[in-house]
């Protein structure tokens, strides 16, 4: 499926284990997979004399997609990404840059815009841009018939077709998002609303793969049809209708016969899937004049403020009408993951490749340290302990005095855990500070050897403490231990994933990962885990108030007068 | 401590030297980042490693508040509390005391203030203070002083003067008795904001008492003119032990400062400032707020060697950012840290090859600019020999501390 005549393309194959046969159950299945960056050397490229392995990225699926904020992995410089292995694509929302015409990334100079002007590496990083920041829910005016509206700091913005093709040209990002008609105005949705809703998103896919001047990223296509199952199988379809005339000529560069042929992969957006149901069941529970009928699934706060279930038993479904004609062998993404036990239904019930790491790099924003394993190995003591929580507030009084690691359940080894200092001599150089100044004759054995080998990683104590003292640092080092936490828990999944494969027996397989998830299940109680994060969000938010913006401020004054 | 003087300028006072401590060798001289919660705004202690710094400062006032001795006790000291393994100095928690506190009342006995917690009546005595600072173990240590405002005038100068020797002593008889004499390094604090005469007896006590401690702060000077006071207290301070000029930070007052015989300085500004914006740089300071910015896809500082700038981190995102994501603040923070680092390694380099006051006219030459040199500079290094002027006769000279940079908000501009 390597789209040819671009700079990069990205493949992406299943392993032999999984939906190879055309019952739905295998379809919709925990699976495993490679996706597989290449880089095309260009005739101007330098680095010709590269080996071929480092112009190609290989992600094994199920994975994650470490999320960006106007342009960067929020609380890393780029130092500390570059120390977090655990951060290998990253998705840009492209809204931001919308601030100033032309967006700024669109006029970088020279080779690999996006990369260069954001400082990712390309033989270490994915970069995908979207056009909106998938999680976010807040209303928009109305899309235009030609037109998404997009929100920037300066207000609304009005993003077409032809600039979203000339941009994802532009910045040569390794993916793109096709634009979607995805309404933020006012659930719930009319038929009408979303018969307009399929018909526009497939159009504007027509329009990003027609007659390129510049060859196109791979294109990732995300799932339109909202709440609505017969819109999503309509959507799905009119993909895979033959195209004739005009429109076949104009994506007759990229050799495909229908729409579907013209991208890599899928993508769901479970945000505006579950704002929709939650307007809908509100509705139908003003017109019956009862309660809301009770949710299945837990309870969660958005960014947006707002308290949304997480509706996974419903989006399940729906997810299943836009795939099952689909061809399956496709890369399936999801944004709007809320949970680890979230993404396990996904898997299982879904057979979902990649999902967003948002949630995870949010809790590193609000003081919770992830702590979770999959399969549950370390932790199989809890039943006599009560179940655990999937990570811990760190704002709590409890950790005031907890000189433990972050994880639990095993020896994490991200930056935070072990930190890794340079190497002596590889520091910065400031001038008469070389060794042949700092070496001295006296008492060669002095006992800073001793304490210069004691790196430890940081204790829950400590950012404890930076949380209440409103220290940034708190949320850097969070960061990088959820990511790798995060990375962790999918190198588990694929762990498992690969020992059932071997296995060769999939009934036996299939209930044997069944166990694992509902082992995980019992550890880790997802609603009491939800309630740590809201009441880190409530401590998070009164520290702001008392130390943050205000004393922000105060700062700023006090730093005009010196 | 060891501490070894390398080399001096034949010129000026300034002089470069090697402080061996608990935690490594720093050279001097050097300015140290403020990390006043223990942490440095944003960065990893292996970041600000990677950054060559040696010596950091952390302020006992905030610590002893949060996290509280109970927990550095716990965690073995504040260096292991936040994975810091170079050099660590704190203060004596009574300057933040004074200036943080409303009901501060000073007596012979000690500080009294109203506890953050409870608001009962605490007493900080000269013991507690270093027997606080011994708990929290960094390598460098700093007297209780009976702090008065720049402005006081009157008796009570005086007074506070006396007080500060006769705490000095308490300090160091505590200092002598806790068997930390070998890990840690009690500094006394010369009053700087005093006049003339009770400078000089200031001085003349606190030299004499030089067996008991290991090197000499210079405080209370807040003011420009006030600068220059530092003449006076570094050539009377005795050459052998290092000199520690509190709350000094801009670029043009540190190398002043190092002519003047000055080894350390500390100051939170360029790390404050990087969070609204302002990088600092051999040009002056750059307001990366200014929209001007906006499409600038040059690094801050082409020849600088800090990771953002390595890295070509450009103006336009760093413009994008500022203000709105925490990670923009860290880069600059990074640049101007070692910005610091590096106006102060190149006058080490300079003072070795004999060369520093060339040094100093290339750097005010560059750094101003058409802008004009604050007069205070002017002044006080003519007083160690070298005329800004002589090779840039036309330069103006801004009267106080000089020159207004573009550390204005306005994004429009
Ligand atoms: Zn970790
Ligand atoms: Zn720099």
């Known amino acids: ?562 | 401590m060891e501490f070894e003087v390398i080399a001096k300028c034949k010129t000026t006072k300034a002089r470069v030297s090697r402080m061996k401590l608990a935690h490594g060798v720093t050279m001097l001289p050097t300015f140290m980042p403020v990390a006043t919660q223990a942490a440095i705004k944003g960065l990893t202690s292996q970041q600000m490693e990677s950054l060559g710094v040696t010596l950091i400062l952390n302020n006992t006032y905030h610590l002893n508040l949060r996290p509280g001795l109970d927990v550095l006790k716990t965690a073995g000291g504040a260096h292991r509390f936040q994975g810091w393994n170079r050099n660590l100095l704190t203060d004596s928690g009574g300057f933040q005391l004074v200036s943080l506190s409303k009901f501060t009342t000073i007596t012979e006995e000690g500080a009294l203030f109203a506890s953050p917690f409870t608001g009962e009546p605490t007493m900080l005595t000269p013991e507690e203070s270093i027997s606080i600072q011994h708990t929290i173990g960094a390598d460098i240590i700093m007297q209780l002083d009976d702090v008065v405002s720049s402005l006081t005038t009157g008796p009570r100068v005086e007074e506070a003067m006396e007080r500060s020797v006769r705490w000095l002593d308490r300090c160091i008889a505590q200092h002598n008795k806790s068997g930390k004499k070998d890990s840690q390094n009690l500094f006394a604090i010369v009053q700087g904001g005093l006049n003339p005469h009770l400078r000089d007896r200031c001085l003349d006590m606190m030299v004499a008492r030089k067996d008991g401690v290991a090197g000499y702060a210079i405080g209370g000077l807040s003011g420009g003119e006030e600068k220059g006071d530092i003449k006076q207290c570094a050539d009377k301070l005795p050459d052998e032990r290092p000199r520690y000029s509190m709350g000094i930070g801009f670029a043009e007052d540190l190398l002043v400062c190092v002519a003047l015989g000055v080894d350390m300085a500390d100051c939170v500004f360029p790390t404050r400032t990087a969070r609204f914006g302002v990088a600092l740089t051999h040009s002056g300071p750059l307001n990366l707020r200014l929209s001007k910015h906006t499409k600038d896809f040059g690094p801050i500082d082409d020849s600088c060697p800090c990771p953002t700038c390595k890295d070509k981190v450009s103006r336009a995102i760093l413009h994008h950012t500022i203000t709105h994501e925490t990670a923009a603040a860290h880069a600059i923070t990074m640049h101007n840290v070692v910005f610091q680092a590096q106006v102060m390694g190149r006058a080490r380099e300079a003072i070795i090859a004999g060369t520093f006051p060339d040094y100093l006219q290339t750097f005010f030459a560059q750094y101003f600019g058409k802008a004009g040199y604050p007069e205070w500079c002017v002044n006080a290094l003519r007083s160690v020999g070298v005329d800004l002027l002589e090779g840039n006769p036309n330069q103006k000279v801004i009267p106080g501390t000089g020159a207004k940079w573009e550390y204005s908000d306005n994004p429009a501009l």
């Not at chain 1, 307007?279 to 947006?304: C, D, H, V």
Request: glycine share 6%; hydrophobic share 35%.
């Open chain 1, 1 to 562: 499926m390597a789209m040819t005549a671009s700079t990069s393309s990205v493949s992406f194959s299943l392993s032999n284990w999984g939906p190879v046969s055309t019952t739905r159950s295998k379809i919709f299945g925990p699976r495993l997979g490679s996706l597989i960056l290449h880089r095309h050397p260009q005739e101007s490229d330098l680095d010709l004399s590269l080996p071929s392995t480092s112009r190609e990225i290989r992600l094994e699926t199920p994975t994650f997609l470490t999320s960006t904020s106007r342009g960067v992995v929020p609380h890393l410089s780029r130092d500390n990404v570059k120390r977090c292995e655990s951060i290998r694509w990253v998705n840009v929302p492209f809204e931001s840059f919308m601030e100033s015409n032309p967006p700024v990334p669109t006029i970088h100079p020279g080779p690999d815009p996006l990369h260069k002007f954001l400082g990712f590496n390309q033989s270490q990083q994915i970069i995908s841009m979207s056009a909106r920041n998938p999680c976010d829910g807040r209303q928009l005016p109305p899309n235009g018939k030609d037109t998404v509206s997009v929100w920037t700091l300066q207000g609304v913005r009005k993003l077409t077709p032809s600039d979203w093709q000339k941009y994802a040209t532009k910045c040569q990002p390794d993916v793109v998002f096709a634009l979607s008609d995805t309404p933020f105005t006012d659930p719930p949705y009319s038929q009408k609303r979303m018969t307009k809703s399929i018909e526009r998103s497939a159009q504007w896919l027509a329009r990003l793969l027609s007659s390129p001047t510049i060859p196109l990223p791979s294109v990732i296509l995300h799932l339109a049809g909202l709440s609505s199952s017969p819109a999503r199988r309509a959507f799905s379809n009119s993909l895979l209708e033959p195209l004739y005339g005009p429109e076949l000529e104009a994506v007759a560069h990229m050799g495909i016969k229908n729409l579907d042929e013209g991208v890599v992969g899928y993508s769901v957006d479970l945000v505006p899937i579950r704002m929709t149901i939650e307007a809908e069941g509100r509705k139908i529970a003003s017109t019956n004049n009862t309660a809301t009928p009770s949710a299945l699934t837990p309870m969660f706060n958005q960014t947006r403020h707002l308290a949304v279930p997480l509706h996974t038993a419903q989006i399940i479904p729906l997810v299943h009408s836009s795939l099952s004609s689909l061809p399956p062998f496709k890369l399936r993404l999801i944004n709007g993951i809320e949970s680890p036990h979230e993404v396990l239904r996904y898997i299982s019930k879904v057979g979902i490749d990649v999902f967003d790491a948002g949630w995870a790099q949010k809790c590193a924003s609000i003081g919770v340290a992830l702590d979770f394993e999959f399969p549950v190995i370390t932790r199989k003591d809890v039943g006599e302990v009560g179940r655990l929580q999937i990570g811990c507030n760190l704002y709590d009084e409890a950790y005031q005095m907890d000189f433990r690691a972050l994880s639990s359940s095993f020896l994490c080894q991200c930056p935070t855990c072990v930190p890794v200092s340079t190497p002596e001599g590889e520091e910065i150089k400031h001038g008469v500070d070389s060794e042949e100044y700092t070496r001295t004759t006296a008492i060669p054995t002095h006992p800073s050897t001793a304490v210069l080998s004691e790196v430890k990683g940081y204790t829950r104590a400590y950012i404890h403490h930076l949380l209440h003292t409103h220290e940034m640092s708190a949320h850097t080092l969070l960061t990088m231990h959820n990511l790798e936490t995060l990375d962790r828990f999918f190198r588990g999944i694929r762990g498992l994933l690969t020992q059932l494969e071997n296995s060769q027996k999939n009934e036996v397989a299939s209930s044997l990962w069944d166990d694992e998830v509902s082992r995980f299940t019992l550890t880790y109680d997802e609603l009491a885990s939800f309630e740590v994060l809201e009441t880190a969000r409530g401590m998070w938010k009164d520290v702001d108030i008392k130390r943050g913006k205000g004393r922000l401020s105060k700062e700023k004054n006090e730093g005009e007068n010196d």
